[in-house]
């Protein structure tokens, strides 16, 4: 299993940025996917992107244009979001899929005031 921890969350005024980070145990390289995934209040948890090993990226429509990722090339994950909408409110948790695990992060709190 892979170790994941994140940090970066907080609160941002509707329009604003802030950049979530995900420390693996180990190199990103080695996941066969890896990326956030979001869980509003009452709301299902649900995937916001996922970056897999060949390198393509398959973000949630309603976030597109506005977050991307990025990384250290060694063991970190960023998650860039931008022009934050109070909808985009919710726990953020990084995941990561290696072998036949899944491996989840303890996640970070994002609020957007409007």
């Known amino acids: 299993q892979v170790q994941l921890v994140e940090s970066g969350g907080g609160l941002v005024q509707a329009g604003g940025s802030l950049r979530l980070s995900c420390a693996a145990s180990?190199?990103?390289?080695?996941?066969?996917?890896m990326g956030w995934y979001r869980q509003a209040p009452g709301k299902q948890r649900e995937l916001v992107v996922v970056r897999r090993s060949g390198g393509s990226l398959d973000f949630q429509d309603s976030v597109k244009g506005r977050f991307t990722i990025s990384s250290d090339n060694k063991n970190t994950m960023y998650l860039q979001m931008n022009s934050l909408r109070p909808e985009d409110t919710a726990v953020y948790y990084c995941?990561?899929?290696?072998?036949?695990?899944?491996?989840w992060g303890q996640g970070t709190q994002v609020t957007v005031s409007s």
């Open positions: 995941y990561a899929y290696l072998g036949y695990s899944v491996s």
């Open positions: 180990r190199t990103i390289f080695d996941m066969n996917a």
